[in-house]
Nanobody
Framework: QVQLVESGGGLVQAGGSLRLSCAASGRTFSSYAMAWFRQAPGKEREFVAT???????TYYADSVKGRFAISRDIQNMLYLQMDSLKPEDTAVYYCAADRTGSRDYMQSRVYDYWGQGTQVTVSA
């Protein structure tokens, strides 16, 4: 049974930092592209960042570039370091896995597995 479980969310003041983690289990994800998405109340789910299976390439949404960093390790863990947080970063954050490493990495439809999400709240 494939599972993605996020953790690390919470309440933080603007300008602060959080580190999200995603534990993948049920199969080896080393060849899968992995990503973070987020969804704010009343808004559609949006792409945040992705990392290739090898970990050599990363891509970010313009809104988080320079503030967030995605990484992964060989133990099926995915991370999102979030610095200089802003109130507009408030959302539920989801990790996702893509078996084929699609070039359409910003599209949620290409991802095969999803976690249940972790809430991040940034106060002004």
């Amino acid at each position: 049974q494939v599972q993605l479980v996020e953790s690390g969310g919470g309440l933080v003041q603007a300008g602060g930092s959080l580190r999200l983690s995603c534990a993948a289990s049920g199969r080896t994800f080393s060849s899968y592209a992995m990503a973070w998405f987020r969804q704010a109340p009343g808004k559609e789910r949006e792409f945040v960042a992705t990392i290739t299976g090898s970990g050599e390439s990363t891509y970010y949404a313009d809104s988080v570039k320079g503030r967030f960093a995605i990484s992964r390790d060989i133990q099926n863990m995915l991370y999102l370091q979030m610095d200089s947080l802003k109130p507009e970063d408030t959302a539920v954050y989801y990790c996702a896995a893509d078996r084929t490493g699609s070039r359409d990495y910003m599209q949620s439809r290409v991802y095969d597995y999803w976690g249940q999400g972790t809430q991040v709240t940034v106060s002004a």
